[in-house]
């Protein structure tokens, strides 16, 4: 089975920056995409960005537009996500997540997206503070 591990969470002050890496193994042709979610405290899982790898197109959630960047290297085995201009409210645990059956990233940005999600990293601890 296909393993996620998120990598490259940290503290930084408001308007930093950080890159968040997704490792995948086991990752092969049938996994048409990856998504980030985060969770922060009190709050529900929440969509960040999502890439199709069939055409690299990407989607963002609200929080994330304008911010927020997710790439892909070559082989696919490895998403980033870098986060620009860091805001006190982006404090979360942020994972990464795929699934076997393609999945439209539009969808999984919304609201309660996260549910179609089957296979999920640990996640990676983001501090946002001062």
């Known amino acids: 089975q296909v393993q996620l591990v998120e990598s490259g969470g940290g503290s930084v002050q408001p308007g930093g920056s950080l890159r968040l890496s997704c490792a995948a193994s086991?990752?092969?042709?049938?996994?048409?995409?990856l998504a980030w979610f985060r969770r922060a405290p009190g709050k529900e899982r929440e969509g960040v960005s999502c890439?199709?790898?069939?055409?690299?197109?990407?989607y963002y959630g609200d929080s994330a537009k304008g911010r927020f960047t997710i790439s892909k290297a070559a082989d696919k085995n490895m998403v980033y996500l870098q986060m620009n201009n860091l805001k006190p409210e982006d404090p979360a645990v942020y994972y990464c997540?795929?699934?076997?059956?393609?999945?439209?990233?539009?969808?999984?940005?919304?609201?309660?997206?996260?549910?179609?999600?089957?296979?999920w990293g640990k996640g990676t601890q983001v501090t946002v503070s001062s």
């Open positions: 890439m199709h790898f069939s055409d690299g197109s990407t």
């Open positions: 086991g990752f092969t042709s049938g996994y048409t995409g």
């Open positions: 997540a795929t699934n076997l059956t393609p999945f439209p990233c539009q969808v999984v940005m919304g609201p309660g997206g996260h549910v179609g999600m089957d296979i």
